[in-house]
């Protein structure tokens, strides 16, 4: 299972880098271009390099069998639980799933709403028991 949870880990924070890449580079990721929103999402590239730091020194120490997986694999879920809840909120306080019908993009953010706060959920239950 640690190297399950460590290829999802690397994934993610690859996915997280070229998500940024691709918003600031080509905005196809943008699920609206009205500023207000555009504000919301340039407030997480901080945040989402923190959780794929985390995330990256997880994985490696997942990989490795070493104890400071298991906290940088409990700070990755605590970071994307976190990071997910509040795209699921401000998405939902805005009125954007409505989109979902029509918008690739909303799909896209339904994508890593979902992800986040599973892959989040299943760190903390796995790792918890196994803090050192």
């Known amino acids: 299972m640690d190297t ?3 290829v999802l880990l690397v994934l ?6 070229a998500y940024w890449v691709d918003f600031f580079l080509r905005g196809t990721v943008q699920v609206v ?48 639980v976190f990071l997910g809840l509040m795209d699921l909120t401000f998405n939902l306080q805005n009125h954007l799933f409505r989109l979902l019908p029509r918008s690739g993009q909303m799909w896209v953010e339904l994508v890593i709403i979902v992800w986040c706060l599973t892959l989040g959920a299943v760190l903390a239950l796995y790792l918890a028991g196994r803090v050192p």
């Not at 989402?48 to 490795?64: P, T």
Request: proline fraction near 2%.
């Open 12 to 17: 993610t924070a690859v996915v997280t880098v």
């Open 33 to 80: 271009e009205e500023e207000w929103y555009l504000r919301f999402e340039r407030a997480f590239p901080a945040a989402d390099g923190w959780m794929a730091a985390c995330a990256l020194a997880a994985a490696v120490g997942l990989f490795q069998g070493a104890g400071y997986g298991v906290v940088f694999g409990l700070l990755a879920g605590g970071a994307l």
């Open 4 to 6: 399950v949870l460590g």
